[in-house]
């Protein structure tokens, strides 16, 4: 079953704790990409990862790092979080030149 | 950088009318997509459609490069067609995809 599965689902951080959010994808995808979801805004691309250690900042990447180390898997960094990086955060992965994207079920987080 | 504008922002529609959602684009798309979001829920891409027209069930996708436009229709709608619609779009051969604001519609009986 082609999959993105997105770890936790909820998350719940103090401001200025470190956030560590998990993606992974068994489609052998080359690209993986990291969204965040606001009310009204849409999606907007924080980075996307082109293969293993192939990371380029999307359009709001200020606040947010990245690391992929195996191709199967994509993590996002918050060091120090703030409020406004209260969002639902989508991960998503296509192959390289193709129009298939799949997208992960989303981490709802919580900066308080 | 690329703009993707959707309209309308909301749209409201008793069980069997059609609906007509838009999609605008800055500069010449490649890999325009149509994307569905139920409430809550994850994306799904409904129909790829980087020009000409394109069909899946009920929905029609109209992309008019040149004019730098999409459309989605969806006829006959049912309640659970309710959620938001996105257009999105590569940006530049980046394989960046840029969404729009999305289309909220919502279905009732």
Same mark, same amino acid.
């Given at each position: 079953?082609?999959?993105?599965?997105?770890?936790?689902?909820?998350?719940?951080?103090?401001?200025?704790?470190?956030?560590?959010?998990?993606?992974?994808?068994?489609?052998?995808?080359?690209?993986?990409?990291?969204?965040?979801? *606001?009310?009204?805004?849409?999606?907007?691309?924080?980075?996307?990862?082109?293969?293993? *250690?192939?990371?380029?900042?999307? *359009?709001?990447?200020?606040?947010?790092?990245?690391?992929?180390?195996?191709r199967e898997h994509f993590s996002l960094i918050l060091d120090?979080?703030?409020?406004?990086?209260?969002?639902?955060?989508?991960?998503?992965?296509?192959?390289?030149?193709?129009? *298939?994207?799949?997208?992960?079920?989303?981490?709802?987080?919580?900066?308080? | 950088?690329?703009?993707?504008?959707?309209?309308?922002?909301?749209?409201?529609?008793?069980?069997?009318?059609?609906?007509?959602?838009?999609?605008?684009?800055?500069?010449?798309?490649?890999?325009?997509?149509?994307?569905?979001?139920?409430?809550?829920?994850?994306?799904?891409?409904?129909?790829?459609?980087?020009?000409?027209?394109?069909?899946?069930?009920?929905?029609?996708?109209?992309?008019?490069?040149?004019?730098?436009?999409?459309?989605?229709?969806?006829?006959?709608?049912?309640?659970?067609?309710?959620?938001?619609?996105?257009?999105?779009?590569?940006?530049?051969?980046?394989?960046?995809?840029?969404?729009?604001?999305?289309?909220?519609?919502?279905?009732?009986?």
């Open positions: 079953d082609m999959k993105v599965t997105q770890m936790p689902r909820y998350l719940i951080k103090r401001m200025g704790e470190n956030v560590l959010l998990e993606c992974g994808q068994d489609m052998s995808h080359e690209t993986m990409y990291w969204y965040r979801q *606001d009310p009204g805004l849409g999606l907007q691309l924080i980075y996307i990862s082109y293969d293993v *250690d192939s990371n380029s900042e999307g *359009d709001i990447p200020k606040g947010y790092r990245v690391s992929r180390k195996k120090s979080a703030k409020t406004n990086q209260t969002s639902v955060y989508f991960c998503a992965s296509s192959q390289t030149g193709t129009s *298939d994207y799949t997208f992960g079920s989303g981490t709802r987080l919580l900066v308080i | 950088g690329q703009q993707v504008q959707q309209s309308p922002a909301s749209l409201v529609l008793q069980e069997g009318e059609n609906a007509e959602l838009q999609c605008n684009f800055s500069s010449t798309a490649t890999q325009l997509q149509w994307f569905y979001q139920r409430p809550g829920g994850s994306l799904v891409s409904l129909l790829y459609n980087p020009s000409g027209t394109k069909h899946t069930g009920r929905l029609t996708s109209t992309t008019v490069t040149k004019e730098r436009r999409s459309s989605l229709h969806i006829s006959s709608s049912q309640i659970t067609d309710s959620g938001t619609y996105f257009c999105a779009m590569e940006q530049g051969g980046s394989a960046k995809l840029i969404f729009g604001e999305g289309t909220k519609l919502t279905v009732s009986s």
